[in-house]
């Protein structure tokens, strides 16, 4: 099964306890996927995450699990963890990435250890 296939089986990544369902469109890109905000719905759901997120009493919680960075690095931090979730294999967020939406790359350590 190729990873384009394994991420278009479901786009969505569930974010229950701050919006519900974001859906992604996946696009590969040099070597990267590329997650893009399905719609202008979807794009204002991730607002209200990092909103939530950006809350001093989420910020505490997440300060205890090694995050509470701001709304968007938590919220790239868990995404990051909904991809892996997904994939079963390490990402990593590629934070030098200026396009539209959100980049990552396959951990190859980890995925050599598959192998």
Do not use: C
Request: hydrophobic letters at 40%.
């Amino acid at each position: 099964m190729k990873l384009k296939d394994l991420l278009k089986e479901s786009s969505g990544f569930e974010f229950p306890h701050w919006s519900g369902n974001v859906k992604f469109t996946p696009i590969p890109k040099n070597g990267k996927i590329i997650l893009l905000p399905a719609s202008m719905k979807d794009v204002d759901n991730i607002d209200v995450i990092k909103q939530k997120i950006g809350g001093k009493a989420t910020q505490y919680r997440f300060a205890q699990s090694g995050m509470g960075k701001g709304g968007e690095a938590d919220f790239l931090e868990l995404l990051k963890q909904q991809l892996e979730k997904k994939l079963k294999l390490k990402v990593i967020i590629d934070k030098g990435y200026s396009g539209a939406g959100y980049a990552f790359e396959i951990d190859m350590d980890d995925l050599l250890k598959k192998l």
